[in-house]
C-alpha cells in the first residue's frame, strides 16, 4: 500500500473519530441505529435540544460520512450509514492486533529473562 494511501486512510479515520469523540452525536447515533431514520424535529424532540444544535451535530456526522440526509416534503430526514461504522470497527481491530502482538512479546520476554 502507497504511503499516500495509508495517510488518506488515516486522515479519514481521525474525521471519522473525531465525529464520534461527542456524546450527543453518539447518542444521535444510537437513536438512528435503533429507531431507523429520523427527522431534525424527532431527533431535538427526543433529545431537548434545538433544531439548530441536532442540525450542527448531523452535518458534523455527514461530513464523516456516518450518516446521510434526505429531503421528504418539508422535513430533512437522516439515516445511519453502517459501512462507514464498520469502517471504524476495522481501524479499532487493527489497533487491538497490535497491542495484542505487543503484549504477547512482553510476555514472551518476560517469560525467558
Request: aromatic share 4%; glycine share 8%.
Amino acid at each position: 500500500m502507497s504511503k499516500r494511501r495509508v495517510e488518506k486512510g488515516i486522515a479519514g479515520a481521525a474525521i471519522l473519530f473525531a465525529a464520534l469523540g461527542d456524546p450527543t452525536r453518539l447518542a444521535v447515533l444510537r437513536r438512528l441505529a435503533d429507531g431507523g431514520p429520523a427527522s431534525i424535529s424527532e431527533l431535538a424532540a427526543r433529545f431537548h435540544v434545538t433544531r439548530q444544535a441536532v442540525t450542527k451535530h448531523l452535518q458534523v456526522l455527514s461530513a464523516a460520512d456516518i450518516v446521510d440526509g434526505r429531503r421528504e416534503g418539508r422535513e430533512h430526514v437522516w439515516t445511519l450509514k453502517p459501512d462507514r461504522l464498520a469502517e471504524a470497527r476495522r481501524h479499532l481491530d487493527t489497533i487491538a492486533r497490535g497491542w495484542d502482538d505487543a503484549l504477547m512479546r512482553l510476555k514472551a520476554h518476560v517469560e525467558r529473562g
